[in-house]
Antibody, heavy 129, light 108 residues
Framework: EVQLLESGGGLVQPGGSLRLSCAAS????????MSWVRQAPGKGLEWVSA????????YYADSVKGRFTISRDNSKNTLYVQMNSLRAEDTAVYYC??????????????????????WGKGTTVTVSS | DIQMTQSPSSLSASVGDRVTITCRAS??????LNWYQQKPGKAPKLLIY???SLQSGVPSRFSGSGSGTDFTLTISSLQPEDFAIYYC??????????FGPGTKVDIK
């Protein structure tokens, strides 16, 4: 069974740091991009960051760029996000998600459609003094 | 940056109703559009990817359509388990995503 399990959430003071982990099982972890998505209390979904299967390419939302760092250890089947300079507005449930791509052949070019097909249950981060 | 809007923000419907939710992108995103369902206290669930491809295991009463800037999620006959919040998500640029604000579907 494909599973993702987040950990590392908790209460942290503004300006503090936290590292979240996401343990993956049931699939070839290194073959898939992965992503972090968060949801503030009572709010909608916000994409945070993504990383390619090899870990060589990383992507960030503007709201976290320069403060968060996504990484992965394919030998441990684990995804991470290091969160620094935390703010009250970073308070949220943080989900990790598996991000496969579907390929559609289109003549000369191939088109790749990314989506998030498996999600963890989330871990809660609260930034407050 | 690509912005996503959804309409309506909420709707009330009865079991058996046909429900349509619209998502609009601020620029053309071809078919790079996904739909998710989220129930209270739960993680989102993928319904549709690439605008119209039904995710494995998702009931066929769910369908997606559209391309460019305008997209639609349709539930052909609303079931009790379908009351939830629905989000669209664009994936036009590689591994850069934006979610819509969500549409809450509740019981009339």
């Amino acid at each position: 069974e494909v599973q993702l399990l987040e950990s590392g959430g908790g209460l942290v003071q503004p300006g503090g740091s936290l590292r979240l982990s996401c343990a993956a099982s049931g699939f070839t972890f290194s073959s898939y991009a992965m992503s972090w998505v968060r949801q503030a209390p009572g709010k909608g979904l916000e994409w945070v960051s993504a990383i390619s299967g090899s870990g060589g390419s990383t992507y960030y939302a503007d709201s976290v760029k320069g403060r968060f760092t996504i990484s992965r250890d394919n030998s441990k089947n684990t995804l991470y996000v290091q969160m620094n300079s935390l703010r009250a507005e970073d308070t949220a449930v943080y989900y990790c998600a598996k991000a496969p791509r579907a390929m559609v052949r289109g003549g000369i070019n191939n088109y790749y459609y990314y989506y998030m097909d498996v999600w963890g249950k989330g871990t809660t981060v609260t930034v407050s003094s | 940056d690509i912005q996503m809007t959804q309409s309506p923000s909420s709707l009330s419907a009865s079991v058996g109703d046909r429900v349509t939710i619209t998502c609009r992108a601020s620029q053309s995103i071809s078919s790079y559009l996904n739909w998710y369902q989220q129930k209270p206290g739960k993680a989102p669930k993928l319904l549709i990817y690439a605008a119209s491809s039904l995710q494995s295991g998702v009931p066929s009463r769910f369908s997606g359509s559209g391309s460019g800037t305008d997209f639609t999620l349709t539930i052909s006959s609303l079931q009790p388990e379908d009351f939830a919040i629905y989000y669209c998500q664009q994936s036009y640029s590689t591994l850069i995503f934006t979610f819509g604000p969500g549409t809450k579907v509740d019981i009339k």
